[in-house]
């Protein structure tokens, strides 16, 4: 291979500059191959994210990853924060006391860690003799490979250009629409936040019960009155004019979210269910792969948490039986009179340092469930992910005690309830502009129902990019690591897909910052190896 061959397969793009795309970049940046990155982002804020952008979020919306488990850039969180002076951590209401590795921060704070992370990432592959520019306000409208390269067709503040790599990252984040539509209901996008807090006290509907239907519902309160918050106990007082404001949380099952409890960290193993178990059933090959591994999980539930299991019942000790069971166990606990309970336990659980084992157990082996999602065949894949995948998106979902804190307020003061649709449910506009709900304690009328499910999975061929579309051989695929396209046309080049509502369809575990330095790492070796492989020895 001649040397201006060895230098294209080095130039490398990454659409997008958020979570999914600073770790990509960290992989990329760590390798010892000097790289051409340019990394392209549509706003202004370049590294932090939609999640961590402050206009999109309020800045009292919190992380549910505690700061030791986000994934370091350059340094870790704490570092950072104790490395910031005091005016800054003042506007936060911190102090360098108050900075502790097992705390949760709010979103956007986030966001300016990673934003001066990235700053510090793309400074240091420079030093180590990278070529690395960052484009903000670069928005990529197609991605189209060609025989020798993938073209890029970007709109820029000058107009319309076009640029050529070797190797393309799509980190394009999460994908909210604009005017979300359920049945024939048209509903209100919570992003940004002010979406939110525009809307006069009234009826209002929250459609989702899980952190974002919390963060709006914190919004909600914080517009229309005033939360005091004295250490562990607040309260929440009406603005004058806000007296009519009633909120509706409306989930499927009429459950919250369980809040943080302590656990160990770093990890300790789990007994049965762990990655060496999960790598032997591999081994034995996909027949019966999901229940070998539910197996693994009763196992590990059945020896750390006996008497949560005997509670749930001996039909428990089956995928059909334990997900019922679950939820019966939930809705008997989870509901909003019980949260206080919850709440209590949770806080004797971090004062105490002693974990909650069923929920450990549950939490650390929905990780490992991880590993075989690519390898289960249709009829299993529907299994997990109607019975198993909402026990695991319920654990997972644990809630700051200071969202739990302000939820209880707004519960107490009367203007903030959980109903469940059931399976019969309905959505559908109504003649005062609003929304109608049929749930199982009929129908309720609202001014307006939020949107607060969460990112939804979506298929390849929902890419905003016509002609990378047009150019998959099947549009209709799900990505499996390393996330290299399969295209219809021969290329030298390749397209990487890390958008989170592709992997979301395979990959549903896959939200988190962990989750995202994982995969960004999957993409950076499988690129790094495929460079090094067209070096000459």
């Not at 209901?185 to 459609?207: C, H, K, M, R």
């Not at 005033?226 to 009519?244: L, Q, R």
């Not at 019966?328 to 004797?348: I, P, Q, W």
Request: aromatic share 8%; charged share 20%; hydrophobic share 40%.
């Amino acid at each position: 291979m001649d040397n201006s061959k060895m230098k294209l397969t080095r130039k490398i793009a990454i659409i997008g500059a958020g979570p999914m795309a600073i770790y990509t970049a960290k992989g990329l940046l760590h390798g010892h191959a000097p790289l051409d990155l340019t990394i392209f982002d549509a706003t202004d804020q370049v590294g932090c994210g939609m999640p961590y952008r402050a206009g999109m979020n309020a800045d009292y919306m919190y992380c549910n990853a505690f700061s030791r488990e986000i994934p370091s850039i350059t340094q870790p969180l704490v570092a950072w924060l104790h490395d910031q002076d005091d005016a800054f951590l003042n506007a936060w209401d911190l102090a360098q006391d108050d900075i502790d590795a097992r705390d949760f921060y709010p979103r956007v704070l986030l966001g300016e860690y990673m934003k001066s992370e990235f700053a510090q990432l793309c400074v240091a592959g420079r030093n180590a003799g990278h070529r690395v520019r960052v484009l903000p306000n670069h928005k990529v409208v197609d991605v189209i490979p060609t025989e020798n390269t993938i073209k890029l067709e970007v709109l820029t503040p000058d107009g319309s250009s076009t640029f050529a790599f070797d190797k393309v990252v799509l980190a394009t984040g999460h994908d909210w629409p604009a005017a979300p539509k359920l049945g024939g209901a048209d509903l209100v996008s919570p992003w940004p936040y002010t979406n939110i807090t525009e809307f006069p006290a009234g009826q209002i509907g929250v459609l989702g019960s899980s952190l974002s239907a919390i963060d709006v519902i914190v919004a909600l309160g914080k517009e229309h009155g005033t939360f005091i918050e004295d250490g562990e106990k607040v309260n929440w007082f009406s603005n004058p004019d806000s007296e009519a404001l009633s909120i509706t949380m409306v989930s499927h099952k009429g459950i919250m979210p369980e809040p943080d409890f302590y656990y160990p960290y770093p990890y300790e193993p789990l007994k049965h269910v762990n990655p060496e178990a999960i790598a032997a059933e591999l081994e034995h090959g996909p027949d019966a792969l999901l229940q070998r591994v539910f197996a693994l999980l009763l196992a590990e539930l059945n020896d750390a948490a006996p008497e949560y299991m005997e509670t749930l019942g001996p039909d428990a000790q089956s995928i059909d039986g334990f997900s019922e069971a679950y939820f019966r166990h939930r809705e008997t606990v989870g509901g909003l009179r019980a949260l206080r309970e919850t709440l209590t336990a949770a806080v004797k659980s971090k004062e105490h340092k002693e974990t909650q084992h069923h929920r450990y157990a549950l939490l650390r082996g929905h990780e490992n469930f991880e590993m075989i999602l690519e390898h289960l065949s249709d009829e299993d894949w529907q299994v997990f992910n109607e019975k198993l995948m909402p026990v695991f998106g319920d654990c997972y979902a644990a809630i700051p005690h200071i969202s739990v804190r302000r939820v209880l307020a707004l519960y107490d003061a009367g203007v903030l309830q959980i109903i469940p649709t059931g399976p019969d449910s309905s959505f559908e506009n109504n003649a005062s502009g609003g929304v109608s709900v049929k749930t199982i304690d009929g129908k309720i009328e609202f001014d307006a129902l939020i949107d607060a499910r969460g990112q939804a999975a979506a298929p390849l061929a929902d890419l905003p990019f016509p002609g990378l579309v047009g150019r998959l051989a099947e549009p209709e695929k799900d990505l499996f690591e390393p996330f290299k396209l399969d295209l219809s046309v021969q290329t030298n080049g390749a397209v990487y897909c890390l958008s989170m509502p592709q992997v979301l369809k395979r990959h549903p575990f896959s939200q988190g910052l962990p989750n995202c330095d994982d995969l960004g790492r999957v993409v950076a070796k499988d690129i790094l190896d495929s460079i090094k492989s067209t070096v000459p020895s």
